[in-house]
């Protein structure tokens, strides 16, 4: 397994694919994506500071989108039901290939986005651990992005250990047939953490088979 740490320092930012906007990127696959288009998934904090469109992404492009501050917003789909993001740290799914517009309930909002298309699918889970109580878990995909929401976390595996505060993430990569196993322990009592597992859609198809 590859343990890649990533810093809330030291995400990358980059305008919105209309324009519209900022992000700032955690993590992308592939790395060295030369387009808006070009990555099968992709981690992002973004700033919602007026209403308008989201950008439009190729065929088959899921989102989720979870709020982390300001007082949320509704979204109009084209085609069909609106979506309402309101309550802080509660993912919302939808189609990123359909015209969305964004409007404000009370000002800026910064949420946590999450983006794949067809050759992978993603898993979004929010814990609250006890604090000081280990918590022994493995990685819900091939590749997992830890985020951390609220409070600090220590992470171990093995040897290696590492810590996440407010909007740190650490990145966790296996190889094939690869389970290990984490010990992850909360630090305060309102500590939080998010958890985006990606898995290749085929492998994902034969273990629901």
Partial sequence: MQITSLPFANYRRVPWRNGGGQAMDIAVEPAVAGSAD??????AL????????????GKGVERIITLLDGEGFDLDITGGPGIVVHERHMPARFSGDKPTTCRLRNGRCIVFNVMHDVRYS????II???PNH???FSPPGRTTVLFCLLGSFDIKFEDDG??????????LDLATGEAPLLTLTSLAADSRLLLVGFEP???AASHAG
């Fill in 38 to 43: 070009d990555f099968t998934w992709r981690v």
């Fill in 46 to 57: 973004a700033e919602i500071d007026r209403d308008g469109p989201f950008s439009v992404y």
């Fill in 122 to 125: 993603a898993q979004l889970n």
């Fill in 128 to 130: 609250t651990p006890l």
């Fill in 134 to 136: 280990p918590l022994i």
């Fill in 162 to 171: 590492h810590s996440l505060k407010p909007w740190d993430s650490l990145r």
């Fill in 201 to 203: 859609a085929e492998e």
